[in-house]
C-alpha cells in the first residue's frame, strides 16, 4: 500500500505541489463513497429548494391566473342572469298583449251576438195593427231595459275579471322572477296554467249566460207570438160582434 502511495505521487509531481509525507492522508473505499455521497446530497438538497422555490411562483400565478379567470366568469354569469330577466320581462310582455287582444276579440263576439238577438227578435214582434204595434213597442222598451241591465252586468264581470287576472298575473310573474333556472320554470308554467284556467272557467261562464240569455229571449219570443195570436183572435172577435149587432139592429135606426 505505502509502495503504491509512493508510485501516485512521483507521478502527479508535475500537476499538485508536493505534500511532506507525514502529512499524507490514506482514505479507504468506504470512507471516499460516504464522502461522494454527503456531497451529492449537499448538491440534491440545493437543487431541491431551488425546484421548491420555482415551484412556489408557479404556483402563485396559477392562483392569480384562476383568480382572474373566476372574475371573468362571474361577469358571466351577471351579464346571463340579466339576459334571462329581460327574456322574462319579454315574454310577460307578450303574453299580456295576447290576452288583451282574446278580451277585446271577445267582446266583439259577444256585443255581435246581442246584436243580432235583438235584430231577430224585433222582427218577429214586428205587427201591422195599432195594437200590436203598441204591444210590440212596450215590448221592444222592456227589451231594451233588460238588454241595458245585460251589457252593465258583462261590463262589470268583465272589469272583474281583468281585475283579478291582472292581479294574479302579477302576482305569478312576481313569484316566477324570484325562483331559480329549473325550478323557476316549472312554477311559471303552473301559474301559467292556473291563470288560462280561470280564465277558461270565466269563458265558460260567459258562454254560458249568454246561451241562457238567447234561450230567455228565444222564450219570450214565443209568448209574443202568442199574445199576438190572442190579439189578433180578440179583433176578430169583436169584428164579428160588430157585425152581428148590425145584423140584428134595424135599417130604419141608421136612415133617420
Request: with cysteine; hydrophobic share 30%.
Amino acid at each position: 500500500m505505502a509502495r503504491s502511495t509512493s508510485g501516485l505521487s512521483v507521478n502527479s509531481l508535475s500537476a499538485q505541489p508536493v505534500i511532506p509525507l507525514g502529512q499524507t492522508t490514506v482514505l479507504t473505499s468506504d470512507e471516499l463513497d460516504r464522502i461522494r455521497k454527503t456531497l451529492l446530497h449537499t448538491d440534491a438538497k440545493t437543487q431541491g429548494q431551488n425546484l421548491q422555490s420555482e415551484d412556489d411562483r408557479l404556483r402563485d400565478k396559477l392562483r392569480d391566473m384562476s383568480r382572474t379567470r373566476m372574475e371573468g366568469w362571474n361577469n358571466t354569469l351577471e351579464a346571463r342572469r340579466r339576459q334571462k330577466e329581460a327574456e322574462r320581462m319579454a315574454k310577460s310582455e307578450e303574453y299580456e298583449q295576447k290576452r288583451r287582444i282574446q278580451d277585446r276579440e271577445e267582446a266583439e263576439f259577444q256585443a255581435a251576438e246581442r246584436k243580432k238577438c235583438i235584430q231577430r227578435a224585433t222582427a218577429l214582434l214586428y205587427e201591422n195593427t195599432e195594437r200590436v204595434k203598441t204591444f210590440g213597442s212596450k215590448l221592444y222598451l222592456s227589451d231594451v231595459m233588460k238588454e241595458r241591465e245585460l251589457q252593465i252586468e258583462i261590463k262589470s264581470k268583465i272589469k272583474e275579471r281583468k281585475i283579478a287576472e291582472e292581479k294574479l298575473w302579477h302576482e305569478r310573474t312576481i313569484e316566477a322572477v324570484k325562483i331559480g333556472d329549473e325550478e323557476e320554470e316549472k312554477k311559471k308554467k303552473e301559474a301559467l296554467d292556473r291563470a288560462l284556467h280561470a280564465k277558461q272557467v270565466q269563458l265558460d261562464q260567459l258562454e254560458d249566460f249568454r246561451v241562457r240569455y238567447v234561450s230567455q229571449k228565444l222564450e219570450e219570443r214565443r209568448e209574443g207570438e202568442l199574445i199576438k195570436q190572442r190579439v189578433e183572435a180578440h179583433i176578430l172577435e169583436e169584428k164579428q160582434k160588430e157585425q152581428e149587432r148590425r145584423k140584428v139592429i134595424p135599417n130604419w135606426i141608421f136612415t133617420s
